[in-house]
């Protein structure tokens, strides 16, 4: 991947971040007003896509950058699924998105190192609120109180910590095999077009060659009348 490739995907990236932190500060505290109180971390996070899309045009921070902003939706998520129930609660498909959306823009090994640290956030969690340490979806009042068995619990973080890193790991591979034949197309095409402009015996150009040369040094002559 060239740097203008994987700066449009961070931008990509970003924007998509700005989106989902407008909608959970907007929306979510009207769905679950115990967000309310809340709504300052979900502003930090647009705040800091928002910096983070500005270091990008910027050319600032590179690769470092990309993976403190994969871990902080990692974080901000997993703090999002725990107030509102987070072996209940349909936003645990996010944790999809964003690790399908990190591999993308940081590639197959950071990608999965990602969706390891949103398995590992997302397991804590759960397995603290099956033991009691933490209050199970206090934002939720549907979901308060009903709190994860321990089995249940290991069930659901194994399941999805597979999962998560399963689908990481398959479309930075698949991702990683479409570039890898894009560049053999691009080396082929590009010998291609050599053998074209050459006689295949001696080497030398041909008229193919020659008439290319002699429009370019037309339009050349034409643009300087």
Not at 25 to 46: S, T
Not at 90 to 112: E, H
Not at 119 to 127: D, P, Q, R, T
């Amino acid at each position: 991947m060239d740097d203008r490739e994987r700066d449009r995907l961070q931008l990509a990236a970003a924007w998509s971040r700005v989106v989902l932190g407008g909608v959970a500060l907007v929306l979510m505290p009207l769905v679950y007003p115990g967000l309310g109180a809340y709504r300052w971390v979900f502003g930090v996070y647009v705040g800091l896509s928002l910096l983070g899309q500005l270091f990008i045009w910027k050319g600032i921070g590179g690769m470092p950058r990309a993976v403190l902003g994969g871990v902080v939706d990692m974080a901000v998520l997993t703090f999002l699924v725990h107030r509102i129930g987070s072996t209940a609660t349909m936003m645990v498909s996010v944790y999809f998105f964003a690790a399908i959306l990190n591999t993308l823009v940081v590639g197959r090994r950071v990608g999965v190192s990602l969706a390891l640290c949103g398995a590992a956030l997302y397991s804590m969690v759960v397995v603290a609120e099956a033991n009691g340490w933490i209050p199970y979806g206090p934002d939720s009042p549907s979901f308060a109180g009903n709190a994860p068995s321990r089995v249940e619990a290991a069930v659901t973080t194994g399941l999805l910590s597979t999962l998560l890193v399963l689908s990481a790991a398959v479309v930075g591979l698949l991702v990683s095999r479409i570039r890898t034949r894009e560049a053999e197309l691009l080396a082929a095409n590009t010998k291609l077009e050599e053998l074209s402009l050459r006689d295949p015996l001696t080497q030398l150009f041909n008229r193919r060659h020659l008439m290319a040369r002699l429009e370019d040094e037309l339009a050349r002559v034409r643009r300087g009348a």
